[in-house]
T-cell receptor, first 112, second 115 residues
């Protein structure tokens, strides 16, 4: 079935470090890909998305590129801040299907 | 309201009891979703409404789970004969259309604990 696999956490970095959170997917069609973020005490929020191969989603300094050849959608940020501490979820949605399929989430902690 | 509202925020119930969880979506959003999130896991899809009808209920785990959206706005997730394994955070989301096309906005969830 359709699934999303994320790198296991937790991930702990120092402020201004480079961040990569790996995400790979398995899907029968051509999915749209998403990164959602959950800050402490808040609901899930869409961070960025990409709807077709080679698209790059970006927001708040985060980027992810839809790589069909490697079935990946890795999240990157060049210089993280303490305020980026949160749980990050990679997700997919198949064409014609409205539900989201989520990965297990990666907890990120940024230390000052 | 400004966002998706879920009530109660926490619910503790005894095994075997019936519970109802409520979701108030963003005004004007025709699509509404229920997900279940167990500890340390990502959200798992339960059911999707488009308007008043359940367009996809393939994620409901068994017939103890049921959801309604009678007027195309507020939705209620109903769980009969609760079991300890039902303990989880139940998330509701809404979007203008489907989540594949437009952003889904999530509520903060209802934490259900079955003792």
């Amino acid at each position: 079935g359709d699934s999303v696999t994320q790198m296991e956490g937790p991930v702990t970095l120092s402020e201004e470090a480079f961040l990569t959170i790996n995400c790979t997917y398995t899907a029968t069609g051509y999915p749209s890909l998403f990164w959602y973020v959950q800050y402490p005490g808040e609901g899930l929020q869409l961070l960025l998305k990409a709807t077709k191969a080679d698209d790059k989603g970006s927001n708040k300094g985060f980027e992810a590129t839809y790589r069909k050849e490697t079935t990946s959608f890795h999240l990157e940020k060049g210089s993280v801040q303490v305020s980026d501490s949160a749980v990050y979820f990679c997700a997919l949605s198949l064409q014609g299907a409205q539900k989201l399929v989520f990965g297990q989430g990666t907890r990120l902690t940024i230390n000052p | 309201g400004a966002g998706v509202s879920q009530t109660p925020s926490n619910k503790v119930t005894e095994k075997g009891k019936y519970v109802e969880l409520r979701c108030d979506p963003i005004s004007g959003h025709t699509a509404l979703y229920w997900y279940r999130q167990s500890l340390g896991q990502g959200p798992e899809f339960l059911i999707y409404f488009q308007g008043t009808g359940a367009a996809d209920d393939s994620g409901l785990p068994n017939d103890r789970f049921f959801a309604v959206r009678p007027e195309g706005s507020v939705s209620t997730l109903k769980i009969q004969r609760t079991e300890r394994g039902d303990s989880a955070v139940y998330l509701c989301a809404s979007s203008l259309w489907g989540a594949g096309n437009t952003e889904a906005f999530f509520g903060q969830g209802t934490r259900l604990t079955v003792v």
